[in-house]
C-alpha cells in the first residue's frame, strides 16, 4: 500500500494533466483530409492545447510576423530535459562557436542533447508541411514505442509548426473560398509574404524580413541546431519526395563534413522510405549544393546539417488520380522515370495522390531524422564542436586572417547595414579601438574588423569574396549546368560596401560588438540614408533642395530643384509578382509613400492627375497586357494543373491600359520600367530604344546567359539619376537587358531624347558568378532615360532593388523617384 502511494505521489503531476487532444478532436478534422487546411489560429491554439496538456512540450513566441501574427517555436523531449533547457542551450552554444577547450568538448557532448529543428510552412502555398505539423507534435509527445521514446531521451526538437503566419491564412482562406466551386485550384492572386512571397526562402543572408530575423536569431545566436530540416512540396516530378544528396555543383565554402553529414541523414531516409515501403524518393537533382540564402542552405555555411524535403503537391487538399500516360519517361537529368536506379530505387509509377499521402511521407522523413540524432546525439555536438575549432585556427593562420571595412566609406550607413546583416547571422564583429596596421596600410581607430578565426568562418568568407561557378556539362562538349538558384551573390560587391581582405595576421586594440549601430541619416546625396533624410525633412515641413551638382540641401541654392513629395504608384498585377513585393520593400524601407494600381485604374486614364511616377516591376510585356487567362493551364512540378481563376483577378491592362500609360508620360509622368518589363514601352511607345536581346536572341552557343550573377557597371554621377553614385560599381543580374539607341544623333533632343546613364562593362563584366556571351553586353547600356512628351521613360535592363540586396544601386531608383516631382529653380 505504502509503495502505492508513493508511485502516485511520483506520478501526481502527470495525472493533473489531461491527455492531449488528437489533432481531430481539435480541429473537428484530420489535417491532411481531403478538400480541408486548417488555419493559422487553429494551428497555433492546438499548439498550446498541448502545452497545457503535457509536460513534455513548452511552446514559446519568439517573433511577430510582417502582419503582427505571433511566430511559434515548440520545444519538445522529455520532461527533464525541458527542465534543463536553459542548461543544454548553454551547452550548444559553447560547443557550437567553438568556446570549450578539447577536454571541455569531449565532456559537454557526452552531457548534452542533440538539437534538430523542424520548419514547416515558408512556401504557404506548398500546404503539406503544416498540415503535418500537428501530427508530429502529437506523435512525439503520445507514442511510447522505443524509438520515439529514444528521441525524447537524446533530441530536443524545436518544431516551427508555422513558420510563414500570415501566408498560411492567406492560401486557406483563399482554398476554402474557392473549393467546390469551378475555382478550386485556382493560383493565389498575389504573394503569400507581404514583400516577398516565394522570395521569403531568398532572404536568409540578407534578413530583410521580420520573419527571416527571427529564425536567424534562433538558428545562429540561440540554438544552434545540429540538424536544419526545411519541408517543402515542389518534388520533381513523378518523385513523390526529393531527399538529399543534392545536385552538382557543390560550394568549397561548405566544410566538407556537413556536406558528408547531409549525404548520410540523405541515406537514413532513403532507407526509411524503402522499409515502409514509399515508393518515388529521388536523389541529386534538380536542388544543388551550390547556393547561399535560403532556409537549408545558410545552415550549411554554419556547420549545420541543413536538410531540404521537397513531396509531391497537386494542388492545396485536392487529391488527383495519376494515369500512367501522365508520367514523363525521364527526369530532367535523363534518368528514368520508370526503372529503378541508383538515385531513385524505387519508381512511382502512379495512381491517386493526396494531401494526407504527402504527410505521412513528411512523417517518414521527419523519424529518419530525429532516430538518427537520437541514436547519435554526442557525434553531432562534438562534431559541431570540431568544426567551430577548425575554422577558427584556419582563419588563424590567415588567408584570410580577417576582412576589414574601413570607418571612411563613401556610404557609411549602407556599411553598417551590411555588417549589422553580418552580425544578426551570428557572425563576430569588432570595432578596432584604436589606430592598426595590416597589409602594409593604416587604418585609424574606428574600422571595423571580421576576423575569419571564427567558428562561422565559411559563412563569411562565402559572403565577402567572389563566387566562381564551375562549368559542369554534360559530356566534354555539352551546355553547361545552371545553378539552382544563383551563381553569384557577394554581399559587399551588392551593397557597394568597400571590405579589404587581410590575408597575414595583424595586431589591433578591438573592442567586440553585441550590435551594430549604424549612423543617423544625412543629407548626402553619396549614401541611401539620405533618403530618410529627406522623408523626415519632409515630413518636419522642412524644405529640401537637389543642387544642380547633385548635392542635398536645406538652403536654397542658386540652380537646381526643390524635392517635393513624389506621388508614386506601384503596378500590381494580379499574379504573385516577387519583385514588385521587393520594390514595395524599398519604398517603405526609405519611406516613400506609394499606392498599388491595378488594371482597372490604369484603364480608366488621367493617371497624370494623381500620380508623378509609376513603376513596373519585373514581369512580361506579355503578362502585363494578359495576366492570367481564363481556364488556361497553371504550370506546377507535376505537370499541367487545370485551373481557373476567379473572373475578378483574370486579365491585365490590356492595350487600352498601355495607351493610358503612354499618355501619362506625355503628359509629364514618368514611367520606370524594370528588366523584362522594358519589352512594353520599347514595343509600343515611340522612343528611340531597343533592346540587345530581341526574340530569344543571342541565346545558345556563343550566346548571352547570366543565371543570377553580379556584374560591373560604370554610371555618370553628372547625371541626375546617378548623383551620388560612384562611376564604377556593380549591378546583379538574372539574364537582362541591354539597351540599343536608335534614334539618330542629330534628332537625339528635346522631346525624343535618349540618354543612357549606366552601362555594363567594356571589359571583365563579370564580377561575381558565371556568364556566357559577354561581348554581347559589354559597354552596352543598361539604364536609359528616353523623354517622351513632356515626360520620360527610365529603362533598367537589371533589377536596381533586387530581393532588397542591392544597396549599391537603390540610389538609381530612388534618384528617378524623387527627380519625377523635383521642381526646377
Not at 514505442?145 to 518544431?159: A, D, G, M, P
Not at 514588385?580 to 485604374?601: M, Q
Amino acid at each position: 500500500m505504502l509503495l502505492r502511494r508513493r508511485a502516485l505521489l511520483l506520478f501526481a503531476p502527470a495525472l493533473l494533466l489531461a491527455a492531449p487532444p488528437t489533432p481531430k478532436e481539435h480541429f473537428g478534422f484530420t489535417p491532411g483530409d481531403n478538400y480541408k487546411l486548417a488555419n493559422y489560429e487553429e494551428v497555433a491554439s492546438y499548439f498550446r492545447k498541448l502545452a497545457a496538456s503535457s509536460d513534455r512540450i513548452r511552446v514559446e513566441e519568439f517573433g511577430r510576423s510582417s502582419e503582427g501574427r505571433p511566430m511559434l517555436a515548440a520545444f519538445i523531449s522529455s520532461p527533464e530535459n525541458l527542465k534543463q533547457l536553459e542548461k543544454y542551450k548553454q551547452i550548444n552554444r559553447r560547443l557550437a562557436l567553438g568556446e570549450a577547450t578539447p577536454e571541455e568538448a569531449r565532456k559537454l557532448a557526452a552531457e548534452g542533447k542533440a538539437i534538430v529543428w523542424i520548419d514547416s510552412g515558408l512556401h504557404a502555398t506548398e500546404v503539406a508541411p503544416v498540415q503535418h505539423a500537428p501530427h508530429l507534435a502529437y506523435k512525439m509527445l503520445t507514442d511510447e514505442s522505443e524509438e520515439v521514446r529514444r528521441i525524447r531521451q537524446n533530441v530536443i526538437l524545436v518544431q516551427v509548426p508555422v513558420i510563414n503566419p500570415d501566408g498560411l491564412d492567406m492560401t486557406a482562406n483563399w482554398y476554402r473560398q474557392n473549393v467546390g466551386t469551378p475555382f478550386e485550384l485556382a493560383p493565389l492572386p498575389g504573394l503569400y509574404q507581404k514583400y516577398s512571397g516565394h522570395d521569403n526562402n531568398r532572404d536568409y543572408f540578407m534578413l530583410n524580413l521580420p520573419e527571416t530575423r527571427h529564425v536567424s536569431r534562433m538558428l545562429f545566436q540561440e540554438w544552434f541546431p545540429q540538424i536544419v530540416y526545411n519541408q517543402h512540396q515542389v518534388a520533381p516530378f513523378p518523385a513523390r519526395i526529393f531527399i538529399p544528396p543534392y545536385a552538382e555543383p557543390l560550394n568549397p565554402n561548405i566544410p566538407a563534413p556537413v556536406m558528408e553529414g547531409i549525404n548520410g541523414i540523405g541515406a537514413a531516409m532513403k532507407e526509411r522510405f524503402a522499409r515502409e515501403n514509399k515508393p518515388g524518393a529521388v536523389s541529386y537533382i534538380s536542388f544543388d549544393g551550390w547556393w547561399n540564402g535560403g532556409l537549408r542552405s545558410v545552415p550549411a555555411f554554419h556547420n549545420m546539417h541543413g536538410i531540404l524535403t521537397e513531396t509531391a503537391l497537386y494542388q492545396y487538399a485536392t487529391p488527383h488520380e495519376y494515369k500512367p500516360s501522365e508520367l514523363p519517361e525521364r527526369f530532367s537529368t535523363g534518368i528514368p522515370t520508370k526503372e529503378a536506379t541508383v538515385f531513385y530505387q524505387k519508381p512511382w509509377l502512379g495512381g491517386r495522390w493526396a494531401l494526407m499521402d504527402a504527410v505521412e511521407y513528411m512523417l517518414t522523413a521527419d523519424f529518419a531524422i530525429l532516430d538518427l540524432a537520437a541514436s547519435r546525439p554526442s557525434h553531432y555536438l562534438y562534431k559541431a564542436w570540431e568544426m567551430a575549432t577548425a575554422n577558427i585556427e584556419a582563419g588563424r593562420k590567415g588567408g584570410p586572417y580577417a576582412y576589414v571595412v574601413p570607418a571612411d566609406q563613401s556610404d557609411a550607413w549602407t556599411a553598417a547595414q551590411m555588417l549589422e546583416r553580418l552580425h544578426g547571422s551570428g557572425v563576430a564583429v569588432q570595432r578596432a579601438s584604436a589606430p592598426f596596421q595590416a597589409n602594409g596600410k593604416s587604418y585609424p581607430a574606428g574600422a571595423w574588423i571580421v576576423p575569419a578565426s571564427q567558428a562561422f568562418r565559411s559563412y563569411v568568407v562565402d559572403l565577402l569574396e567572389p563566387q566562381k561557378y564551375p562549368e559542369l556539362r554534360s559530356g566534354t562538349t555539352g551546355p553547361v549546368k545552371r545553378p539552382y538558384d544563383l551563381a553569384g551573390w557577394t554581399l559587399s560587391y551588392q551593397m557597394n560596401v568597400q571590405v579589404e581582405r587581410i590575408e597575414k595576421p595583424f595586431a589591433a586594440q578591438t573592442e567586440p560588438l553585441s550590435e551594430i549601430v549604424s549612423p543617423a541619416p544625412v543629407l548626402d546625396a553619396r549614401q541611401n540614408s539620405a533618403f530618410l533624410a529627406i522623408a523626415a525633412a519632409q515630413k518636419s515641413g522642412q524644405a529640401v533642395y537637389r543642387a544642380s551638382d547633385g548635392a542635398l540641401v536645406t538652403a536654397k541654392p542658386a540652380s537646381g530643384w526643390f524635392i517635393e513629395k513624389p506621388r508614386v504608384a506601384v503596378y500590381q498585377p494580379w499574379t504573385a509578382n516577387m519583385d514588385t513585393g521587393w520594390t514595395r520593400w524599398v519604398l517603405d524601407r526609405f519611406e516613400v509613400p506609394s499606392a498599388e494600381l491595378r488594371n482597372d485604374e490604369v484603364r480608366k486614364g488621367h493617371l497624370r492627375a494623381r500620380y508623378d511616377v509609376i513603376i513596373l516591376a519585373q514581369q512580361s510585356m506579355a503578362s502585363i497586357l494578359h495576366g492570367v487567362r481564363d481556364g488556361e493551364f497553371q504550370g506546377r512540378a507535376g505537370g499541367e494543373t487545370p485551373s481557373r481563376q476567379r473572373p475578378e483577378y483574370t486579365g491585365g491592362m490590356g492595350l487600352e491600359g498601355a495607351r493610358e500609360l503612354q499618355q501619362f508620360v506625355e503628359q509629364g509622368g514618368t514611367l520606370i520600367a524594370i528588366d523584362t518589363a522594358t519589352e512594353l514601352p520599347m514595343t509600343l511607345f515611340p522612343i528611340g530604344v531597343r533592346g540587345v536581346l530581341r526574340g530569344g536572341e543571342a541565346e545558345g552557343a556563343g550566346g548571352w546567359s547570366c543565371p543570377g550573377s553580379v556584374l560591373r557597371i560604370t554610371t555618370d554621377p553628372a547625371h541626375p539619376a546617378a548623383f551620388g553614385m560612384p562611376k564604377e560599381t556593380y549591378a546583379t543580374s538574372t539574364g537582362g537587358q541591354g539597351f540599343e539607341i536608335t534614334v539618330l544623333p542629330e534628332l537625339n533632343k528635346g522631346e525624343r531624347e535618349v540618354k543612357a546613364f549606366a552601362w555594363y562593362a567594356r571589359q571583365n563584366l563579370l564580377a561575381s558568378g558565371w556568364l556566357t556571351g559577354e561581348r554581347v553586353m559589354a559597354g552596352k547600356p543598361a539604364a536609359v532615360e528616353a523623354r517622351l512628351g513632356e515626360g520620360k521613360v527610365v529603362l533598367f535592363g537589371f533589377r536596381p532593388q533586387f530581393r532588397g540586396q542591392t544597396f549599391g544601386t537603390f540610389k538609381l531608383l530612388l534618384n528617378e523617384i524623387y527627380q519625377s516631382a523635383a521642381r526646377p529653380l
